[in-house]
């Protein structure tokens, strides 16, 4: 089976744009998550998406937003980008959820100047 | 919400020695604490995980025990050789329905040869 992609790899925005990033899981998963890693931070959960509706939602303000398809590939948005929304983005997926083990995709990189 | 810490956040050992992670957690709910090792420029790989309804689980030279009473959990690599070297995030998943990891802060862990 092909393992989780995303697009694009790597990104530079602008402060106040915004940007949209794209995660296919492995095919038969249906629970994507996304995370956002910066040295400072580590690993910080961003949402849950199962079944097109999102199950569980980080921390983090309203900027931040995805959606998931029929097919389970999922989208993240950021809108009015920050400096410090510069990070490495990661979406993991698992089958169903719940205790399952997660497999990370490759990760988008973005850059804001 | 959960909160994961870990320590140490740096760890040197000579090849052939062991090394040991450790992470504390919060919510006595979570029952399923992941190990992911996450090399230069790569995506995080799981490696090893276990469930609250089990103390230890070994898979070759790495091992996880986990003591719920106490709320903590780690990771035992025994045998260290230099391609070990990477960075290692403990997780906990949180009471929610579905995934919701809590990640620690990460330890870079470098085998010396």
């Known amino acids: 089976k092909a393992g989780v992609t995303q697009t694009p790899r790597y990104l530079i925005k602008t402060r106040g744009q915004q940007v949209t990033l794209s995660c296919s899981p492995i095919?038969?998963?249906?629970?994507v998550s996304w995370y956002q890693q910066t040295p400072g931070q580590g690993l910080q959960f961003l949402f849950e998406?199962?079944?097109?509706?999102?199950?569980n939602k980080g921390n983090f303000p309203g900027r931040f937003s995805g959606r998931q398809f029929s097919n389970s590939r999922s989208e993240m948005n950021v809108s009015t980008l920050e400096l410090g929304d510069s990070a490495l983005y990661l979406c993991?997926?698992?089958?169903?959820?719940?205790?399952?083990?997660?497999?990370f995709g490759p990760g988008t990189r973005l850059t804001v100047t | 919400g959960e909160n994961v810490e870990q320590h140490p956040s740096t760890l040197s050992v000579q090849e052939g020695d062991s090394a040991v992670i450790k992470c504390t957690y919060s919510?006595?709910?979570?029952?399923?604490f992941p190990w992911y090792k996450q090399e230069l420029g790569k995506r995080p790989q799981l490696i090893i995980d276990?469930?609250?309804?089990?103390g230890e689980k070994k898979d070759q030279r790495i091992a996880v025990t986990l003591n719920k009473t106490a709320k903590h959990f780690s990771l035992h690599i025994t045998e260290t050789q230099p391609e070990d070297s990477a960075v290692y995030f403990c997780?906990?998943?949180?009471?929610?329905?579905?995934?919701?990891?809590?990640f620690g802060t990460g330890t870079s862990l470098t085998v010396i040869p």
């Open positions: 993991a997926s698992s089958l169903n959820g719940g205790g399952g083990e997660q497999y």
């Open positions: 095919s038969g998963h249906r629970s």
């Open positions: 998406y199962f079944s097109e509706t999102q199950r």
């Open positions: 919510d006595s709910a979570s029952n399923y």
């Open positions: 276990i469930r609250s309804n089990v």
């Open positions: 997780a906990a998943e949180g009471s929610n329905t579905g995934n919701q990891f809590y």
